[in-house]
């Protein structure tokens, strides 16, 4: 069996992860195209800024909705604890996911 890729062996390639992360970051709104970002690592930390920003929309939107509007229902404020939360993991992971990526950078760069 002959073949282009010896990864997939289908002859087809995989996206580039420029485009994966500039992919992700337009689903949640904005794009973080080549021409704004300078490396791949660059796209995804403004990929993560992005959804954060997104999110963050929603967590004020809501509390806006509870303290101007008088809208302290059950409803409204389980809707505000589950945002909050989601905004909670999303942080997490993206502080996460950024160090990781920038420790293992580092290290190939000393091993270079």
Do not use: C, Y
């Not at 973080?32 to 959804?51: L, R, V």
């Not at 806006?64 to 505000?80: C, F, I, K």
């Not at 604890?81 to 760069?109: C, P, R, Y």
């Amino acid at each position: 069996m002959s073949s282009n890729n010896p990864i997939n062996g289908s002859g087809t390639q995989f996206p580039t992860i420029n485009n994966t992360i500039a992919g992700g970051s337009a689903a949640a709104g904005r794009s973080a195209s080549d021409e704004q970002s300078k490396s791949w690592f660059e796209a995804m930390a403004k990929a993560w800024g992005n959804a954060l920003d997104h999110q963050a929309s929603k967590v004020t939107d809501l509390s806006a909705q509870v303290s101007e509007n008088g809208s302290d229902q059950p409803s409204v404020m389980t809707q505000l604890t589950a945002e909050s939360l989601k905004m909670q993991f999303l942080s997490t992971n993206a502080a996460t996911s950024n160090n990781a990526v920038g420790q293992a950078l580092e290290t190939l760069g000393r091993k270079q």
